[in-house]
């Protein structure tokens, strides 16, 4: 909730990279506390149920599924090494490597 209250107070005094970045700092805060806590649960609910190894086990393959699927993922995507396997991505126009949109066009990478 800290972003949007902070948007309305600082926004207007061209402070909009200090509120990307911290937006994108509360985001992965979030998305690991969450990981944490379904990882927890489930841990505890299995430990109940069956045995504490079957816990562990099973903990540990949602925590690592959770952060490949969520982090790692994503940081294979965003350097390219996913698509172009491992090679260095071209250079599309506007001099972004991402600077298309879904339809293929290009995109500005002006800021507003």
Do not use: N
């Amino acid at each position: 909730m800290a972003p949007p209250a902070q948007h309305r107070v600082l926004f207007r005094q061209g402070r909009k990279e200090t509120l990307v970045r911290r937006s994108d700092l509360y985001g992965i805060l979030g998305a690991l506390a969450l990981a944490v806590s379904m990882t927890t649960a489930t841990m505890f609910v299995i430990d109940y149920l069956f045995d504490a190894t079957v816990a562990w086990l099973t903990a540990g393959l949602l925590a690592l599924l959770a952060l490949w699927t969520w982090f790692g993922q994503p940081a294979l995507d965003r350097s390219g090494a996913l698509e172009h396997g491992g090679a260095g991505e071209e250079r599309r126009e506007g001099g972004s490597p991402h600077a298309q949109s879904s339809d293929g066009s290009p995109v500005s990478s002006r800021e507003d």
